[in-house]
Antibody
Framework: QVQLVQSGAEVKKPGASVKVSCKAS????????MHWVRQAPGQSLEWMGWINAGDGYTGNSQKFQHRVTISRDTSASTVYMELSSLRLEDTGVYFC???????????????????WGQGTPVTVSS | DIQMTQSPSSLSASVGDRVNITCQAS??????LNWYQQKPGKSPKLLIY???SLETGVPSRFSGSGSGATFTFTISSLQPEDVATYYC?????????FGGGTKVEMK
């Protein structure tokens, strides 16, 4: 069965960076895109960016333009999301989520997030 | 960015009730609309994609309709296990955006 297993909870200080991993299994890793979505405490879902696992092409929300880096290791079927210059308001739960299809610079085709990781809580506190 | 507005933000209904949730996009998004269910402390789960297609394994009491800018999500007969928050999400354009959520509680 499809599984996305994320790395464990993190506590960071403002200004630091955090790197969250998402290991995929149960499907052909390179035939899907992977998205990152975060959820602040008590809030809705916020999309951060994506990577086409096949060609490694990535894109980010303008909100995180210069702070988020998404990468993948095809040999390990793992996607990574690194968020830098952490702020208190980056506290929340970070999810990876798989989508069929692929993304271009302006569109993601078939962007239904049909499998999700368990979430990684990130706390930013001084 | 395309804004997604859900209503109501919360509702309380009884077992067996029909529940409707509306999602309004700030511009037309064709049928590029998905619905998710999130239970407390859990990851979201895809229920409906492309506005009206039922994800595999999802009970048939869940349905979706609409196109353009106005969409409706329906639970035909509310069950206790349906207590959750429901989100719509558009993928007409990047960035992908979600609605604010509708919390469904049992009366």
């Amino acid at each position: 069965q499809v599984q996305l297993v994320q790395s464990g909870a993190e506590v960071k200080k403002p200004g630091a960076s955090v790197k969250v991993s998402c290991k995929a299994s149960g499907y052909i890793f390179t035939t899907y895109a992977m998205h990152w979505v975060r959820q602040a405490p008590g809030q809705s879902l916020e999309w951060m960016g994506w990577i086409n696992a096949g060609d490694g092409y990535t894109g980010n929300s303008q909100k995180f333009q210069h702070r988020v880096t998404i990468s993948r290791d095809t040999s390990a079927s793992t996607v990574y999301m690194e968020l830098s210059s952490l702020r208190l308001e980056d506290t929340g739960v970070y999810f990876c989520a798989r989508a069929p299809g692929y993304c271009s610079e302006t569109n993601c085709y078939e962007a239904r997030l049909d499998a999700w990781g368990q979430g990684t809580p990130v706390t930013v506190s001084s | 960015d395309i804004q997604m507005t859900q209503s109501p933000s919360s509702l309380s209904a009884s077992v067996g009730d029909r529940v409707n949730i509306t999602c309004q996009a700030s511009q037309g998004i064709s049928y590029y609309l998905n619905w998710y269910q999130q239970k407390p402390g859990k990851s979201p789960k895809l229920l409906i994609y492309d506005a009206s297609s039922l994800e595999t394994g999802v009970p048939s009491r869940f349905s979706g309709s609409g196109s353009g800018a106005t969409f409706t999500f329906t639970i035909s007969s509310l069950q206790p296990e349906d207590v959750a928050t429901y989100y719509c999400q558009q993928y007409e354009n990047l960035p992908l955006t979600f609605g604010g959520g509708t919390k469904v509680e049992m009366k």
